[in-house]
């Protein structure tokens, strides 16, 4: 619908689709504009294909290709067809999928595509609407020619979608966690490592809450006790945090990185689940989940077994 002016070289980086992949991991954020839609979107068709083909305004765009002035009218048009999607499915638009971290570009344009894991009831459900499922070596040669595209393309993205998927529609478990997030810094964007079988998360491992508790109690000198637990420091909770941040990439081996090159944290990162409210003024119901910061030295105070914390270490790579 329109022209989105996306970046050729990087499409998924357009302000409007960034903010609609955060939306789909919680449809529920914008219920009260895909409700809006449902009601008024005969008026809207017209509305947004104007808005969105119309010449821009002359204002100073020099440099800026993303059409600042359009912000809004493209994120409605996005949930608009959304809205779309889930009336032909039949699938609520808080029941639908996430956007996907790719794109298929045609010869065309480009097409943002919704994914999500397919369990017996949403089976039955789009089988009752008279969709049937088939081996994707069937539907590849027929996507290929209606997308001008070839049938090894679908098909790479096709066998994708299932890890995918599976990774980023997997909670993260409730307990304490170690975590470290790289950052490689380039000219004009930065990268993030990810483990190589899951691109949706950064590298983190479970721990006790006593080894948890050994780095609060630590914490003004905590990379001398991370250095000391990864040659040998005696006790179960050193040994246990040397193995969590040997999985995570931080130790002495030729492809970890070292703990003096690591960024210890000051607090404890905490998601508190809906449903009870752990956190400051706990002891009311709360149906929404926030993420919350912790000092570290109070690490397992106020924090429900129902929650996930997560000691974040950092690095910035230079190399």
């Known amino acids: 619908?329109?022209?989105?002016?996306?970046?050729?070289?990087?499409?998924?980086?357009?302000?409007?689709?960034?903010?609609f992949m955060r939306a789909s991991h919680n449809w529920s954020s914008i219920s009260r504009v895909s409700r809006a839609i449902l009601?008024?979107?005969?008026?809207?068709?017209?509305?947004?294909?104007?808005a969105l083909t119309a010449p821009p305004p002359r204002i100073n765009l020099a440099n800026n290709s993303t059409k600042p002035?359009?912000?809004?009218t493209y994120r409605v048009a996005l949930v608009h067809e959304l809205v779309t999607l889930s009336l032909l499915t039949g699938i609520p638009v808080d029941e639908m999928g996430v956007v996907y971290d790719s794109m298929l570009e045609t010869p065309t344009g480009y097409i943002l595509l919704i994914v999500d894991v397919c369990n017996h009831a949403r089976a039955s459900h789009m089988m009752a609407r008279g969709y049937r499922f088939t081996d994707p070596k069937?539907?590849?040669?027929?996507?290929?020619?209606?997308?001008a595209l070839t049938p090894s393309d679908i098909l790479k993205t096709i066998s994708d979608i299932p890890s995918y998927t599976v990774s980023i529609k997997t909670p993260f478990p409730p307990g304490p966690h170690v975590g470290l997030l790289v950052v490689v810094p380039t000219l004009d964007k930065f990268l993030v490592m990810v483990p190589s079988n899951c691109r949706t998360m950064i590298p983190t491992h479970p721990v006790s809450h006593s080894a948890m508790k050994a780095m609060g109690n630590n914490a003004r000198n905590l990379n001398r006790f991370m250095a000391g637990a990864l040659v040998g420091m005696e006790g179960?909770?050193?040994?246990?945090?040397?193995?969590?941040?040997g999985a995570c990439g931080i130790g002495?081996?030729?492809?970890?990185i070292p703990v003096s090159k690591v960024t210890a944290p000051s607090e404890v990162l905490v998601l508190y689940r809906g449903g009870w409210n752990s956190g400051p003024g706990s002891g009311e119901e709360d149906d929404e989940s926030y993420v919350g910061r912790v000092p570290?030295?109070?690490?397992?105070?106020?924090?429900?077994?129902t929650d996930t914390s997560l000691l974040l270490f950092t690095h910035v790579s230079t190399s």
């Open 296 to 305: 570290l030295g109070t690490v397992g105070l106020n924090i429900q077994p």
């Open 69 to 72: 002035h359009l912000a809004p």
């Open 236 to 245: 179960i909770d050193g040994k246990e945090v040397a193995d969590a941040l």
């Open 138 to 147: 069937h539907v590849a040669p027929v996507l290929a020619s209606h997308l």
């Open 1 to 19: 619908m329109g022209d989105f002016d996306l970046n050729p070289k990087r499409p998924l980086s357009h302000p409007a689709l960034l903010w």
């Open 252 to 256: 002495a081996g030729l492809k970890q």
């Open 39 to 50: 009601k008024h979107g005969h008026k809207l068709t017209s509305i947004l294909h104007e």
